[in-house]
């Protein structure tokens, strides 16, 4: 190996393409929110998804003191929300929040998870967070999704809507 582990583990991880996801929690004037591309399925029965977050994000700490938060899966017109919110703010916002029982997330994402926390367990210089699903919903028709790869971010080659060349996901998806 080059370098130093961290630089490596880094640098090879960059070649898994991985969707983009913001966490958003109501916050003391306004919802903040965290861009993270960590976002895992748990389980499906209660339903249960999890994400990491650095031991230093304000948003992660929020979220343990407020115990609910929302999963909001962007779509590929949505890389300035996911730049505003991995550190690189934007003066005026282009981007819609909403609301459902005091949770924040934003218009426009392909999906939606209104969660509670129920856990969340050290991982080196992460923290790891899984919450359980107490609401979710997205739009009818599913946009281009945000993807990250590479270290920059990536879209498919199929515009919105035109998945006609694409296999349906329930001949490629199974569980062992």
């Not at 996801?21 to 993270?36: D, K, R």
């Not at 005091?102 to 999906?111: K, L, M, R």
């Not at 199929?158 to 060349?165: A, C, F, K, L, T």
Request: hydrophobic share 40%; net charge negative; glycine share 10%.
């Amino acid at each position: 190996m080059n370098g130093s582990t961290a630089e490596d583990f880094r640098r090879l991880f960059r070649r898994l393409t991985t969707g983009v996801t913001l966490i958003a929690v109501a916050g003391e004037n306004a919802p903040a929110g965290m861009t993270v591309n960590s976002l895992t399925p748990v389980s499906l029965d209660p339903p249960l998804l999890l994400f990491c977050a650095s031991l230093t994000s304000a948003t992660a700490k929020r979220i343990a003191s407020v115990g609910a938060f929302s999963v909001n899966i962007l779509a590929g017109h949505q890389q300035d929300v996911s730049m505003h919110h991995a550190g690189r703010p934007l003066a005026n916002p282009t981007w819609c929040w909403r609301q459902s029982s005091g949770v924040p997330w934003v218009d426009g994402a392909n999906a939606i998870f209104r969660c509670h926390l129920v856990e969340d367990y050290p991982g080196g210089d992460h923290r790891i967070l899984i919450g359980q699903i107490d609401e979710m919903f997205g739009p009818d028709t599913v946009a281009t999704p945000l993807l990250y790869h590479g270290g920059r971010y990536a879209r498919l080659p199929y515009e919105d809507g035109d998945v006609s060349n694409m296999a349906r996901t329930e001949d490629l998806w199974w569980t062992g």
